[in-house]
């Protein structure tokens, strides 16, 4: 059980979106906004750390008033809301990019530049926006990468060819390429479909928390963080209090210091915030 000295000390909330704090309709709970809302008046800042790409995330910010800057794109990039500021990128570098686009073509495979605020194809690619799964992301057509090539956070790549998928990553990691992250794995929503997905070594929620914190000015015991699935894992494995809904996957919740009785579709995060609120009195 938490004590209300450590609740006392938080000053900092950082959410995973899908799956916790959001519902399975991509709503925040209505308790949950009541409760950010008293909170922030007690000098609490919110953040949200996600997958989803920056633009992705602002519809929520807003609804919430939140004004920290946001970690997107699994820590890759952090930018101010409200604003443009770049708090941090992990750009991928363009001999790379252009690597991944001579892959891709050679070998038949769909490919996407994902940046801060859109997904970018070309017509050779047009099925791009129909295979791959980017919540609330925005994709815009465009008729070369040429463009493109210098502000890519994440590469996406997808195709029905197993084989193809597992060699061009393998040229995509060390020691045919460095600096790189790149992992492939199988559709669960088009059957069939393989995606790779690459981006530079060394980003993670956890690394994106730690620059966050040292920008609004706090400490790991001053630090919650809530999630839900295996892309949390760099979050949890922090010293920051760490909160798993109840719907969390089993590594998460062994991970967490709190688990919420309730699930994401019964507004789980409510539950710690209330905790959180009693304890500031």
């Given at each position: 059980?938490?004590?209300?000295?450590?609740?006392?000390?938080?000053k900092?909330?950082v959410f995973?979106l899908?799956?916790?704090l959001l519902?399975?309709?991509?709503?925040?709970?209505?308790?949950?906004f009541?409760l950010i809302?008293?909170?922030?008046e007690k000098g609490v800042?919110f953040s949200f750390?996600?997958?989803r790409?920056?633009?992705?995330?602002?519809?929520?910010?807003?609804?919430?008033n939140?004004?920290?800057p946001?970690i997107?794109l699994d820590g890759s990039?952090?930018?101010?809301?409200?604003g443009?500021?770049i708090?941090f990128?992990s750009?991928?570098?363009?001999?790379?990019?252009?690597?991944?686009i001579?892959?891709a073509?050679?070998?038949l495979l769909?490919?996407?530049?994902?940046?801060?605020?859109?997904?970018?194809y070309?017509?050779?690619?047009s099925?791009?926006?129909?295979m791959?799964e980017?919540?609330?992301?925005?994709?815009?057509?465009?008729e070369?990468?040429?463009d493109?090539?210098d502000?890519t956070?994440e590469?996406?790549?997808?195709?029905?060819?197993r084989?193809s998928i597992?060699y061009?990553t393998?040229?995509?990691?060390f020691p045919?390429?460095?600096?790189?992250?790149?992992?492939?794995?199988?559709?669960h929503?088009?059957?069939?479909?393989?995606?790779?997905e690459t981006?530079?070594?060394?980003?993670?929620?956890?690394?994106?928390l730690?620059?966050?914190?040292k920008h609004?000015?706090v400490g790991?015991s001053?630090?919650?963080?809530?999630?839900?699935?295996?892309?949390d894992?760099?979050l949890?494995?922090t010293?920051?209090?760490?909160v798993?809904?109840a719907?969390?996957?089993?590594e998460i919740?062994?991970?967490?210091?709190f688990v919420?009785?309730?699930s994401n579709?019964?507004d789980g995060?409510?539950e710690?915030?209330?905790?959180v609120?009693?304890?500031?009195?």
């Open positions: 059980m938490l004590s209300k000295e450590q609740l006392r000390k938080i900092l909330i995973d899908d799956g916790t519902n399975d309709e991509r709503e925040i709970g209505e308790k949950s009541e809302e008293k909170l922030k800042h750390a996600s997958g790409l920056h633009s992705a995330l602002v519809k929520y910010a807003r609804q919430l939140i004004t920290t946001l997107s990039l952090i930018k101010s809301h409200p443009d500021k708090i990128h750009y991928i570098p363009r001999k790379h990019v252009e690597k991944a001579r892959l073509d050679k070998y769909k490919i996407a530049l994902c940046h801060g605020d859109a997904i970018y070309t017509e050779e690619n099925l791009i926006p129909d791959i980017k919540y609330g992301a925005k994709f815009e057509e465009v070369s990468y040429k493109y090539l502000s956070l590469i996406v790549m997808a195709g029905d060819y084989d597992k061009v393998q040229k995509l990691m045919h390429t460095f600096g790189l992250s790149t992992n492939y794995y199988k559709s929503s088009h059957p069939g479909i393989y995606y790779i981006r530079r070594m060394g980003t993670s929620k956890g690394t994106g730690k620059k966050l914190m609004v000015g790991y001053e630090t919650a963080v809530l999630g839900d699935w295996y892309n894992r760099s949890f494995d010293k920051a209090l760490k798993a809904v719907n969390a996957v089993p919740i062994r991970l967490a210091d919420t009785k309730r579709n019964e995060a409510a710690f915030l209330e905790m609120l009693s304890s500031k009195g």
